[in-house]
């Protein structure tokens, strides 16, 4: 009988565990299910959807290349794969362990009716592996960091079977166009063709970040130069593996810091798999006295932070490069993120939402474990009282050409002007004023945090 190969966030065919198992048994088969019900509001963003598009498709033309079938199917996943495992008359599938409750929670019930084999490959230690003297989680990077490294290197990775059977009459596959994942009127995309979503995409992405690694410590700060790897969305959608990554890279002088920040990867695995609802509630309970803005106004204030027009060009120039090709400058997602929480003391979930909706890299534990660092109401978070100053943190980081690309009405600014034009009297006519002024929204915001703690 044939076997199952269940794809979701490992798009690839590369040191992949459950496609290399699945062709070492004989005819195969890999399945996609598009679900839209299990997780919920986590349901795939709109940018994502543009850059699953592209990746099944690269996938499909990777697995046709050796034979193998791609059925695509929509529903709950895990009735989708029992159903295509009973048409095929399938006798094992085969997954990759996801952390996300609801991956979780899909192999769970899988597991129950069919012989599901879950293998490692998201991380770059296989959950459990990196555990306290005590044997629980680490809620804490630093000794979480100290304990991962003591498991590495990862296996390194295997090339893909080249081996693999198709079987040769698969079941019903839908057609990807009719899934209706790319945007039509308007095309919202077209700066999206920064991208090349799919394996051999993230491969030269890796291959030529591997010549700049010497430079990230140095460089990692600045969003005025592409001093990071981009490699986000890739290992989001698992098109390269974390331990490939490390064995790309791993002996080259100054990979440290990059494969530290690689780490953090884990360690936001590590913490949804501790608390799933990481999305939802707070680390540090005692802050959910923390009494954030609503009504109309801060509903206004939100959606000028969503537009990219609080009238703070560090800010703006941010949230117009999400916009625009669906990623941040980690820098300014910090800036950014900082702002909407402290300075317009708006609910940090509501920050997350827009975010999972706009990055092609969102990712539930990534996106959660930072958004709570930044509002400091996260297990491992700067305290809320540390209140990040965007007009210092723009000059400070040079971010002066970053604000020119992205904020078109400061194009012709100069260095000295563009990080705060309202100062110094020459913001152009059709540039907004700032939504609050730094001092006061300062105090406004130890203030609720005070009185969050009385
Ligand atoms: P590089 O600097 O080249 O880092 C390499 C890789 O390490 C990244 O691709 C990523 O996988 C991992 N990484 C780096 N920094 C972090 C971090 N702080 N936490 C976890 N992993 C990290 N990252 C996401 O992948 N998805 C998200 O949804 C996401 N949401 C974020 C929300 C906020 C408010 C903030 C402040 C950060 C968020 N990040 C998220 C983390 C970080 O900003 C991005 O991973 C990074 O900017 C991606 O660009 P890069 O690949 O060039 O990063």
């Keep these: 009988p044939p076997s199952i190969v269940w794809f979701r966030q490992d798009l690839r065919l590369s040191d992949q565990a459950a496609f290399a198992a699945g062709a070492a048994e004989g005819s195969v088969l890999a399945v996609y299910v598009l679900d839209d019900e299990t997780p919920g ?5 709109g940018a994502q959807r543009w850059w699953l598009h592209h990746t099944l498709a690269a996938l499909a033309k990777s697995l046709a290349g050796r034979g193998v079938p791609l059925v695509l ?41 069919l012989d599901l084999v879950r293998h490692p490959g998201r991380l770059l230690a296989d959950d459990g592996m990196v555990r306290t003297g005590t044997g629980g989680r680490f809620r804490i990077f630093t000794p979480f960091w100290r304990a991962l490294q003591l498991h590495m290197p990862p296996p390194s990775p295997e090339p893909a079977s080249a081996t693999a059977r198709g079987m040769a ?20 995309a077209e700066g999206f063709a920064h991208w090349t979503p799919g394996e051999a ?33 890739h290992l989001h959608f698992g098109e390269i593996s974390p331990a490939a990554v490390w064995h790309a890279l791993d002996g080259k002088a100054g990979a440290e810091s990059y494969l530290r920040e690689i780490g953090w990867r884990d360690f936001a695995a590590n913490l949804i798999l501790e608390q799933p609802d990481y999305g939802a ?14 009504g109309r106004e801060a509903d206004a204030d939100f959606r000028a932070w969503t537009r990219g027009r609080t009238g703070y060009p560090i800010v703006d120039a941010g949230m117009r490069q999400l916009w625009h090709i669906g990623w941040m400058h980690n820098r300014v997602r910090m800036i950014a993120a900082s702002f909407l929480v402290k300075h317009l003391l708006i609910d940090w979930r509501r920050g997350q939402h827009w975010f999972w909706d706009c990055l092609v890299d969102a990712d539930y534990g990534n996106n959660a474990v930072n958004w709570q660092w930044i509002a400091g109401t996260g297990v491992d978070s700067s305290p809320f009282g540390r209140i990040m100053a965007p007009l210092v943190q723009s000059p400070k980081f040079d971010a002066a ?8 009405e400061l194009a012709d600014m100069g260095d000295a002007a563009i990080h705060d034009p309202h100062a110094v009297g020459a913001a152009p006519a059709d540039y907004p004023a700032p939504l ?13 945090a005070a009185s969050a703690r009385a």
């Excluded at 495992?85 to 129950?112: I, K, M, N, S």
């Excluded at 970053?402 to 078109?408: A, C, F, H």
Aim: net charge negative.
């Design 41 to 45: 509001e986590w349901r795939i963003g």
């Design 73 to 113: 199917r929509r529903g709950r996943a895990a009735e989708q794969v029992a159903r295509v495992a009973q048409e095929a008359g399938a006798a094992r599938v085969h997954c990759l362990a996801h952390q996300e409750p609801w991956w979780r929670e899909a192999e769970d019930t899988l597991a129950r009716s």
């Design 169 to 188: 009459h698969p079941p019903h596959s839908e057609r990807l166009e009719d899934w209706h994942l790319l945007p039509t009127a308007p095309d919202w």
């Design 201 to 233: 995409g993230a491969e030269a992405r890796l291959e030529a970040f591997a010549d700049e690694v010497g430079d990230y410590e140095q460089a990692r700060n600045l969003p005025s130069t592409d001093g990071t790897s981009s490699l986000s969305p």
């Design 281 to 294: 509630a707070h680390g540090r309970a005692k802050m959910d006295g923390l009494r954030w803005r609503t």
């Design 401 to 408: 050409s970053y604000i020119r690309q992205w904020v078109p």
């Design 436 to 448: 609050v002024e730094h001092r006061a929204a300062r105090e406004r915001a130890l203030a609720a």
